[in-house]
Structures are given as C-alpha cells and as structure tokens.
C-alpha cells in the first residue's frame, strides 16, 4: 500500500506516525517505509507492506486513524493505492 499526502510540518508529524507503529502491527503492518519529496518536505509517501490487503484496509478506515493524521497535521485527504508486489529485485 502507498500513502500519499501532505502535512504541516514532517518534523511535527514523524512523531506521530513513530507512535501509531505498534497500532501498524497489531493491525497486519509487516513494514513501513516513509520518503519525502524531494522539492518539498511536507510532502510525504509512505510504503507499507501488510499481510493482507482486507487488514490494510480497515486499519486505513478507522476512526482513531484519521484522529491521529488531524492532530498530526496533515492536511489533505491523502491518496491511498493498494498494490499486489510482482517481484522483488535484491541488490
């Protein structure tokens, strides 16, 4: 899954998303990644792996979720794509 929105102030934010890691897990997260763009550093993408798209889906929709992203500043509705991994390319 790949999140993608913009927030007030990352260094703001990255707290928040740091505390809701183990809310990640719980809810099937097996990993998370976050990269900002490069021209702008309130704009923010985060990779996800999870054990199931249904998991990821509802931990997306929950109500506690979308109160952490308000107080955490961010500041538009963020653009979500859940994608199937085709193949892993190791370095």
């Not at 704009?43 to 979308?66: G, M, P, Q, R």
């Amino acid at each position: 899954m790949i999140v993608h929105h913009k927030v007030n102030d990352f260094e703001k934010w990255k707290p928040f998303f740091d505390k809701n890691e183990n809310m990640q897990k719980i809810s099937g997260s097996k990993s998370s990644q976050v990269f900002q763009n490069t021209e702008d550093s309130n704009d923010v993408f985060i990779l996800f792996e999870w054990d199931s798209i249904e998991n990821a889906k509802k931990f997306i929709a929950s109500e506690d979720l979308k109160k952490t992203m308000e107080q955490a500043g961010v500041i538009n509705i963020p653009h979500i794509h859940f994608l199937n991994g085709v193949k892993k390319i190791k370095a």
